[in-house]
């Protein structure tokens, strides 16, 4: 039933696309719930954070009206974005996709970096392969980042280089085991509860612990991964933000 729901939620919208397109008075009105419930992850101006920059206007879940309507409405499985159809309803997902559709007009300033040397830093002097990956190059610790530069906008590209503790992605808390026997271990989360923790370290090693079994596990909400402001040049971090930005997937 509630699929159901969603397809004619779908096909009624992309009937009022077509038939009346979008005027201001829509993208105003769909402003005013983008701030209250979409900005804290995509920016007020709609440029990015936590979530994809949207003035882009080119979107992984498709470039249509209907697509971003099914976006908003369903949420996309797998990631942070929730579905907001029932909460919303078909007329102000509407408006919503009009304000999307307006801000989308702008044009984002380029990165002032070098990809290509980016690259060799990403790979090199930075060791970033150690812990993400690309494709199929590079190691799954952190944040999987083939298509980074689709979903992240320059500001949180350069934040998350420069201070990677400052907006953690939910899921890569630091985890510390301290055994019985003195030895702490500490790696990024995979998963815990009040009761264990399983976690993976700075070498790849997986580790599951019971509370009951350890002398303490406790989670912080920080980044493993050290400050580049502090390991790169101010030139060299841009080239690097530039390489991450470039980063779109296939």
Same mark, same amino acid.
């Given at each position: 039933?509630?699929?159901? %729901?969603?397809?004619?939620?779908?096909?009624?919208?992309?009937?009022?696309?077509?038939?009346?397109?979008?005027?201001?008075?829509?993208?105003?009105?769909?402003?005013? %719930?983008?701030?209250?419930?979409?900005?804290?992850?995509?920016?007020?101006?709609?440029?990015?954070?936590?979530?994809?920059?949207?003035?882009?206007?080119?979107?992984?879940?498709?470039?249509?009206?209907?697509?971003?309507?099914?976006?908003?409405?369903?949420?996309?499985?797998?990631?942070?974005?929730?579905?907001?159809?029932?909460?919303?309803?078909?007329?102000?997902?509407?408006?919503?996709?009009?304000? %999307?559709?307006?801000?989308?007009?702008?044009?984002?300033?380029?990165?002032?970096?070098?990809?290509?040397?980016?690259?060799?830093?990403?790979?090199?002097?930075?060791?970033?392969?150690?812990?993400?990956?690309?494709?199929?190059?590079?190691?799954?610790?952190?944040?999987?980042?083939?298509?980074?530069?689709?979903?992240?906008?320059?500001?949180?590209?350069?934040?998350?280089?420069?201070?990677?503790?400052?907006?953690?992605?939910?899921?890569?808390?630091? %985890?510390?085991?301290?055994?019985?026997?003195?030895?702490?271990?500490?790696?990024?989360?995979?998963?815990?509860?009040?009761?264990?923790?399983?976690?993976?370290?700075?070498?790849?090693?997986?580790?599951?612990?019971?509370?009951?079994?350890?002398?303490?596990?406790?989670?912080?909400?920080?980044?493993?991964?050290?400050?580049?402001?502090?390991?790169?040049?101010?030139?060299?971090?841009?080239?690097?933000?530039?390489?991450?930005?470039?980063?779109?997937?296939?």
């Amino acid at each position: 039933m509630k699929g159901a %729901i969603f397809f004619a939620a779908a096909l009624c919208a992309a009937n009022a696309y077509a038939q009346t397109g979008c005027t201001p008075r829509d993208a105003e009105a769909g402003r005013g %719930i983008f701030r209250i419930y979409c900005s804290p992850c995509h920016g007020v101006k709609a440029t990015g954070g936590r979530g994809p920059d949207l003035t882009l206007g080119a979107y992984s879940a498709g470039n249509r009206d209907e697509d971003l309507h099914r976006v908003i409405t369903e949420g996309v499985p797998g990631s942070e974005m929730p579905g907001f159809g029932e909460r919303f309803g078909n007329d102000n997902v509407r408006t919503l996709v009009c304000h %999307i559709r307006a801000v989308a007009q702008q044009t984002a300033p380029p990165p002032t970096g070098n990809k290509q040397n980016g690259e060799k830093l990403f790979w090199g002097k930075g060791a970033c392969g150690n812990c993400h990956q690309v494709g199929m190059k590079g190691r799954p610790l952190g944040p999987e980042l083939t298509h980074v530069g689709r979903r992240r906008s320059l500001a949180y590209l350069r934040d998350s280089v420069a201070d990677p503790s400052k907006d953690l992605t939910p899921g890569f808390a630091t %985890i510390t085991a301290e055994l019985r026997d003195g030895r702490k271990i500490t790696g990024v989360q995979r998963s815990y509860d009040s009761f264990s923790a399983q976690f993976v370290d700075l070498q790849g090693g997986y580790h599951s612990y019971q509370r009951d079994d350890v002398g303490s596990l406790k989670r912080e909400f920080r980044s493993v991964m050290p400050s580049y402001a502090k390991l790169l040049s101010a030139p060299e971090l841009d080239d690097v933000v530039a390489y991450l930005y470039s980063l779109r997937g296939n």
